[in-house]
């Protein structure tokens, strides 16, 4: 089955990296996603990487991942109050039946001057 | 606008009571996802179309959930009888389909409240 977990919440200074961490189960995952969502916001597609990747930077975010121990982990580099949102972490495997998204519980950043 | 939209915004209905929430994919997206978000949570998958067809209709939660896409672009999401537990924020995405067919990218929502 497919669980994906991450911790509630995360606090940072302005100016400091930011790590947010997520665990997944399901070994077929193809596809892994960051969303971030601002209060009464939709879900803004952040990065995501494919599964034989083991890292992909894109301007200040990097996602880790560690398909051994299925580990993903999004890094915010130089960290700002507009980055205060909840990322939520999702994995995905493709078939034919389309491209289902399973999501975490979210984890809370809050940027702190 | 070029994103998803999602009509209404918010929904306040009497338990009991039908609604329709109406989704409007960016143009051109052949796929389309139902998602609902119930409060502190992530989202969680409803149903999938490709074209006019519901291809995965496995997280619908139950017969009271129906959702059609009839021409291919815009979706309604059908809720019978509603009950209290039915409130949540409902999630609307669509993906290009073929070669990026894995970025899903979602509507602000409609917050559905039941009372």
């Known amino acids: 089955g497919e669980d994906v977990e991450q911790s509630l919440f995360l606090s940072v200074r302005e100016g400091d990296s930011s790590v947010i961490n997520c665990t997944y189960t399901d070994s077929s995952s193809t596809y892994l996603y960051w969303y971030k969502q601002e209060p009464g916001a939709g879900l803004q597609l952040l990065t995501y990487?494919?599964?034989?990747?083991d890292m992909k930077q894109d301007q200040r975010l990097t996602v880790l991942l560690n398909k051994k121990d299925k580990h993903l982990s999004l890094r915010i580099a130089d960290t700002q109050t507009g980055d205060s949102a909840i990322y939520f972490c999702?994995?995905?495997?493709?078939?034919?039946?389309?491209?289902?998204?399973?999501f975490g519980t979210g984890t809370q950043l809050k940027v702190e001057l | 606008g070029a994103g998803v939209s999602q009509t209404p915004s918010n929904k306040v209905t009497e338990k009991g009571k039908y609604v329709e929430l109406r989704c409007d994919p960016i143009?051109?997206?052949?796929?389309l996802y139902w998602y609902r978000q119930s409060l502190g949570q992530g989202p969680e998958f409803l149903i999938y179309f490709q074209g006019t067809g519901a291809a995965d209709d496995s997280g619908l939660p139950n017969d009271r959930f129906f959702a059609v896409r009839p021409e291919g672009s815009v979706s309604t999401l059908k809720i019978q009888r509603t009950e209290r537990g039915d409130s949540a924020v409902y999630l609307c995405?669509?993906?290009?389909?073929?070669?990026?067919?894995?970025?899903?990218?979602f509507g602000p929502g409609t917050r559905l409240t039941v009372t």
């Open positions: 143009s051109g997206h052949t796929a």
């Open positions: 990487i494919f599964s034989n990747m």
């Open positions: 999702a994995e995905t495997i493709l078939t034919g039946g389309g491209n289902k998204l399973t």
């Open positions: 995405a669509s993906s290009p389909g073929g070669s990026t067919s894995y970025e899903q990218y």
